[in-house]
T-cell receptor
Framework: QKEVEQNSGPLSVPEGAIASLNCTYS??????FFWYRQYSGKSPELIMS????GDKEDGRFTAQLNKASQYVSLLIRDSQPSDSATYLC?????????????FGAGTRLFVKA | KAGVTQTPRYLIKTRGQQVTLSCSPI?????VSWYQQTPGQGLQFLFE???????NKGNFPGRFSGRQFSNSRSEMNVSTLELGDSALYLC????????????FGPGTRLLVL
């Protein structure tokens, strides 16, 4: 069983719509959760980090964390064609300190103009 | 503040050779992690160094090794290269504290022939 699961997509949304990306994880004691955006041929870029239950908003992005359900999501409002990329969900156990981050396979998002 | 730098950006090697990759983290960050990204396996954690000590380790064979210097710069070495080692190798610079976060460098693309 994969430790971090994401819908591989592709997810296609029209410009201006809300894109909803979902992720589940298996390690109940995980501490830190991240969303990275990766354009083709580039390295991952940090979009959001979230550490406690609830919502965290940053501009057009909202991350939601539910540790009881072991679920983390990313909402992108007013989606733009430039948001077309692969979005990686990442989970860091963190209990022993430091990083041993596990990544999901990524969801490809297409925003149609 | 300068970002994460990795050298070289591209490498071509032949089977059986060895390779050394270098990473300089963001100023003030003492954590450096290495990841391998391939189309088939996705982004996989190799190891993390913190204050010149390996703090966390992934599930890669001993051919993959690393080290960190007193200035936090890190090197990763792969010995006896195999065709399957062809990948994008990513270095991540990690912040410390209650909300640890990682930022990726541009990566080194390694092709093994």
């Amino acid at each position: 069983q994969k430790e971090v699961e994401q819908n591989s997509g592709p997810l296609s949304v029209p410009e201006g719509a809300i894109a909803s990306l979902n992720c589940t994880y298996s390690d109940r004691v995980s501490q830190s959760f991240f969303w990275y955006r990766q354009y083709s041929g580039k390295s991952p870029e940090l979009i959001m980090s979230i550490y406690s239950n609830g919502d965290k908003e940053d501009g057009r992005f909202t991350a939601q964390l539910n540790k009881a359900s072991q679920y983390v999501s990313l909402l992108i409002r007013d989606s733009q064609p430039s948001d077309s990329a692969t979005y990686l969900c990442a989970v860091n156990p963190g209990l022993a300190g430091g990083f041993k981050t596990i990544f999901g396979a990524g969801t490809r998002l297409f925003v149609k103009a | 503040k300068a970002g994460v730098t990795q050298t070289p950006r591209y490498l071509i090697k032949t089977r059986g050779q060895q390779v050394t990759l270098s990473c300089s983290p963001i100023s003030g960050h003492r954590s450096v992690s290495w990841y391998q990204q391939t189309p088939g396996q996705g982004l996989q954690f190799l190891f993390e160094y913190f204050s010149e000590t390996q703090r966390n380790k992934g599930n890669f064979p001993g051919r993959f090794s690393g080290r960190q210097f007193s200035n936090s710069r890190s090197e990763m070495n792969v010995s006896t290269l195999e065709l399957g080692d062809s990948a994008l190798y990513l270095c991540a610079s990690g912040s410390s504290g209650a909300q640890e976060t990682q930022y990726f460098g541009p990566g080194t693309r390694l092709l093994v022939l």
